[in-house]
């Protein structure tokens, strides 16, 4: 982070809930700011690493609950950095996903001040590696792909590239998508995909009421019908071959190259901290 005389704008992914998914990069922003916005999600014990003198603004944005505007959350980060602070636009997951990070970027480049993106760790992975499970699998599910749930107006956004979607060799994430979800893999079942295509639902993921549960997308449709305990509840749906538990090696994994082909390990013992080269041949 550079201080200029006209503050400086860092925003910063706060990771899907747990303290020790921050990167080292954001503790040291948090650290060293003079002001956090942060969201809901982004809250609890993250902000233990904030300076103890530090401002710190909630202008978190929850479905089912009063959210602060827009504008108003740009409007509040320009005002602390054209005071020459140091400020952290703290965001959950990672800020670049589903964050409308874009929308403040330009408002605080607008006002000509400096910023940066810290990356962090995006609910996805966190999910997946809960599942033990991974997100891809060489030759046989090469892509993942992101998607909102809903739109501006809470729905399910009705520009989704359902082909796409439905590509059962894929991995696929549906952000915030518990309310529109059985709508959703009606389309993506008239589309093609298998009913029963494995699905995790994962709710609260890396806090203390972390919840996975692994089904199907249509058995999951069906689930998601009936409206949550707590609808603000942050959930992920994430569904494709490699959802299911018993996916991890049920496909033989393809050699690159003989065993013989592959160099030995190098030789390095129990407190040598020495810096060896591995050659390929």
Do not use: N
Request: proline residues 8%; glycine residues 10%.
């Amino acid at each position: 982070m550079t201080d200029t005389p006209s503050g400086f704008v860092s925003f910063v992914s706060a990771g899907p809930g747990d303290p020790g998914l921050l990167t080292l990069h954001a503790v040291d922003r948090l650290k060293r700011a003079d002001a956090v916005l942060f969201d809901d999600l982004a809250s609890g014990p993250i902000l233990a690493h904030a300076r103890a003198d530090a401002d710190l603004i909630g202008v978190g944005k929850r479905a089912g609950r009063p959210s602060p505007r827009q504008d108003h959350i740009s409007r509040l980060l320009i005002d602390y950095a054209e005071r020459g602070l140091r400020v952290v636009r703290l965001k959950a997951g990672d800020a670049g996903l589903f964050g409308r990070l874009e929308e403040e970027i330009v408002a605080v480049r607008g006002a000509g001040l400096g910023y940066e993106i810290v990356p962090g760790v995006t609910a996805a992975c966190a999910a997946a590696a809960a599942a033990g499970l991974p997100l891809t699998r060489r030759l046989t599910a090469r892509r993942v792909q992101f998607v909102t749930g809903h739109d501006a107006r809470g729905d399910l956004p009705d520009d989704l590239d359902l082909a796409a979607l439905a590509d059962r060799h894929a991995t696929t994430v549906v952000y915030m998508g518990r309310r529109t979800f059985s709508r959703l893999a009606e389309a993506l079942m008239a589309q093609g995909l298998p009913g029963d295509t494995p699905a995790l639902l994962a709710e609260a993921v890396s806090t203390p009421a972390e919840h996975l549960t692994r089904t199907t997308v249509h058995e999951l449709a069906l689930a998601v019908a009936t409206p949550p305990a707590d609808p603000a509840a942050p959930a992920l749906i994430l569904f494709g071959a490699l959802a299911a538990a018993e996916a991890v090696g049920d496909h033989p994994v393809p050699a690159t190259a003989p065993a013989s082909a592959h160099p030995p390990a190098p030789d390095v013992r129990p407190g040598d901290r020495r810096c060896r080269e591995t050659r390929h041949g």
